[in-house]
């Protein structure tokens, strides 16, 4: 689904299992391959797991992913992520900041969780990222011993046989156009 598109970038909805770039088997299925595939060169600005669902922005054009990938790095771009995670948290916000293994460097990772809901088993958290790093939400989320719902890599329970993916989906995401500098 495509939320917005200009001839700079394009704003889509990343359905669950499928990989944004190309593995080692090939491009097929890749969020790379379907613009390839409508006649778009893309940049990836910024990734999401393959069993997450979401928006995601990319750049049709260099410059508009020069500004992105700065934007990205100033925090000037605002993601925000639902879960739903095992168990019951009991502090309304908090912000975990753990540093985490990033390209084999110590790295500082802040994530903002609020709780929206509490059932009897689980929460349904809103995340913001104040860093990106590779599985931050997962990490986190599971370092405080309350993994999302369905990430039998980071320790939660194996879902129902029926559930694809993870209880991860990325919501919203905030920035000023790289071109316009109006609010996307």
Known sequence: E????DDALAIVVKPVMMAVEPT????????????????????VVHRL???????LV????????????????????????????????????QTIDAPLLHRGKLRDARTRVR????????????????????HQIRRHL?????????????????AAPDRVGIALCAVEIAFLHPRTNEPV
């Open 2 to 5: 495509i939320l917005f598109e």
């Open 24 to 43: 080692r088997a090939g491009d097929r299925g890749t969020l790379v391959r379907w613009f390839k595939d409508r006649g778009v060169q893309i940049g």
């Open 49 to 55: 797991d393959e069993a997450v669902r979401g928006v």
């Open 58 to 93: 990319v750049a049709k054009k260099p410059l508009a992913l020069k500004r992105l990938n700065e934007m990205l790095r100033e925090r000037a771009i605002t993601r925000r992520y639902e879960a739903v995670v095992e168990g019951v948290l009991c502090t309304d916000e």
């Open 115 to 134: 709780v929206v809901t509490r059932r009897d088993d689980s929460t349904l958290l809103e995340i913001e990222l104040e860093s990106g790093r590779t």
């Open 142 to 158: 599971a370092g405080i011993g309350h993994p999302i719902v369905g990430d039998v890599k980071y320790g939660a329970r194996p």
